[in-house]
């Protein structure tokens, strides 16, 4: 299987397993070995919890989470981390 697909599915599994994510909210994109989480989500501690999941991935190195934190006025707010 391309390490990449196995690297999705893997982070995928993580992000399913963990109770505090809403899985269905993030997008996982791996390219060259690069995760990148995408989505709407509802708030900060889910945008975090989503991280923190992607992160107990064996074999995860590179990881930009670009979820966007849904706020109470319907704007959206993005922070970008990368590690």
């Given at each position: 299987m391309n390490p990449d697909i196995q690297l999705r599915h893997d982070v995928f599994a993580q992000l399913n397993w963990d109770p505090a994510v809403n899985a269905c909210d993030v997008d996982v994109c791996v390219e060259n070995g690069v995760v990148t989480?995408?989505?709407?989500?509802?708030?900060?501690?889910?945008?975090?919890?989503?991280?923190?999941?992607?992160?107990?991935?064996?074999?995860?190195?590179?990881?930009?989470?670009?979820?966007?934190?849904?706020?109470?006025?319907?704007?959206?707010?993005?922070?970008?981390?990368?590690?």
């Amino acid at each position: 299987m391309n390490p990449d697909i196995q690297l999705r599915h893997d982070v995928f599994a993580q992000l399913n397993w963990d109770p505090a994510v809403n899985a269905c909210d993030v997008d996982v994109c791996v390219e060259n070995g690069v995760v990148t989480l995408r989505g709407e989500v509802a708030d900060e501690a889910q945008r975090q919890a989503a991280e923190r999941a992607a992160r107990r991935t064996e074999g995860l190195t590179t990881l930009q989470n670009r979820l966007i934190v849904r706020d109470s006025a319907g704007l959206h707010t993005l922070t970008q981390r990368t590690a």
